[in-house]
């Protein structure tokens, strides 16, 4: 089992950056895929991007080129660098582990609470 804390959220101008950052608690951390999802107000939980045990990344197409996950394992961390930010990338962003279910990813149960990003026009 994994506790999660998200940080590094806040205010930012459209075009700027945020570095956000999840440091787990718990066992066995680098066997663990490892996932950034957002939610905004009225929308659907979506999957922003995940690193898997093996280090290899993958984003949803609406931030490719933009944000860059990746992984520290000596000290159980997961940070997204988000660079370009739109106001669309509005959301409250939270990490989880996640598995492969044949088709696509499925976050496991281990929510943390979040951390607002907010990007004005």
């Known amino acids: 089992q994994l506790q999660l804390v998200e940080s590094g959220g806040g205010l930012v101008q459209s075009g700027g950056s945020l570095r956000l950052s999840c440091a787990a608690s718990g066992r066995l951390f680098s066997m663990y895929h490892m996932a950034w999802y957002r939610q905004s107000p009225g929308k659907q939980r979506e999957l922003v991007a995940v690193?898997?045990?093996?280090?290899?990344?993958e984003y949803v197409d609406s931030v490719k080129g933009r944000f860059t996950i990746s992984r520290d394992n000596a000290n159980n961390t997961v940070i997204l660098q988000m660079n370009s930010l739109k106001p669309e990338d509005t959301a409250v962003y939270y990490c989880n582990a996640a598995y492969w279910m044949g088709t696509a990813w499925a976050p496991l149960d281990y929510w943390g609470q979040g951390t607002q990003v907010t990007v004005s026009s």
């Open positions: 690193i898997s045990s093996g280090d290899r990344p």
